[in-house]
T-cell receptor
Framework: NAGVTQTPKFRILKIGQSMTLQCAQD?????MYWYRQDPGMGLKLIYY???????DKGEVPNGYNVSRSTTEDFPLRLELAAPSQTSVYFC????????????FGSGTRLTVV | TQLLEQSPQFLSIQEGENLTVYCNSS?????LQWYRQEPGEGPVLLVT?????EVKKLKRLTFQFGDARKDSSLHITAAQPGDTGLYLC????????FGAGTRLTVKP
């Protein structure tokens, strides 16, 4: 089983550029999440989705957008990249939400210069 | 301010030693989870505790949920180099909130 697959693994962006971080899961999970992880700060929730066609903001959504057209895919869009968006981004999925625990991808390390 | 405070932030020990790391909050959680994260990888779920006072064992790892469901601890017996990693606790109220983690290094 592939689990949760994130691409790319690494990316360097210039200020003002845009990009899409890809996330796909093959476990038929309805719940999917995007987190960012900064040193000493823990994981912060950016956006989440409880099913295809449904998305909602998390704790730190500014500067990001998401879509959920299928159960499998949950891409994260960065518009007008800023240095503050330099971080490691993790996608996760869950069978039934937070109480069931999450399966995480291996992350995308993004640097904005 | 973090909803969940983990301590210590860093811990470096020799192989064979025992250790305990802590996860504390002023909030009451409906459940609490522990994850381990290795460099370059995402967190991996170790355990979920639900009931106040609950103790769960996973080989050499013992997890305890506080009676008031506000705190938790992770005890590792006879640590091995393979235990090296970032240990994250995550508490569930309406959603899941993560602590900043304890970075454990076990030296051979």
């Amino acid at each position: 089983n592939a689990g949760v697959t994130q691409t790319p693994k690494f990316r360097i962006l210039k200020i003002g550029q845009s990009m899409t971080l890809q996330c796909a899961q093959d476990m038929n999970h309805n719940y999917m999440y995007w987190y960012r992880q900064d040193p000493g700060m823990g994981l912060k929730l950016i956006y989440y989705s409880v099913g295809a066609g449904i998305t909602d903001k998390g704790e730190v959504p500014n500067g990001y957008n998401v879509s959920r057209s299928t159960t499998e895919d949950f891409p994260l869009r960065l518009e007008l990249a800023a240095p503050s968006q330099t971080s490691v981004y993790f996608c996760a999925s869950s069978y039934g939400g937070a109480h069931y625990g999450y399966t995480f991808g291996s992350g995308t390390r993004l640097t904005v210069v | 301010t973090q909803l969940l405070e983990q301590s210590p932030q860093f811990l470096s020990i020799q192989e064979g030693e025992n250790l305990t790391v802590y996860c504390n909050s002023s909030s009451v959680f409906s459940s609490l989870q522990w994850y381990r994260q290795e460099p370059g990888e995402g967190p991996v779920l170790l355990v979920t505790v639900v009931t106040g006072g609950e103790v769960k064992k996973l080989k050499r790892l013992t997890f305890q949920f506080g009676d008031a469901r506000k705190d938790s601890s992770l005890h590792i017996t006879a640590a091995q180099p393979g235990d090296t990693g970032l240990y994250l606790c995550a508490g569930v109220i309406n959603d899941m909130r993560f602590g900043a983690g304890t970075r454990l290094t076990v030296k051979p």
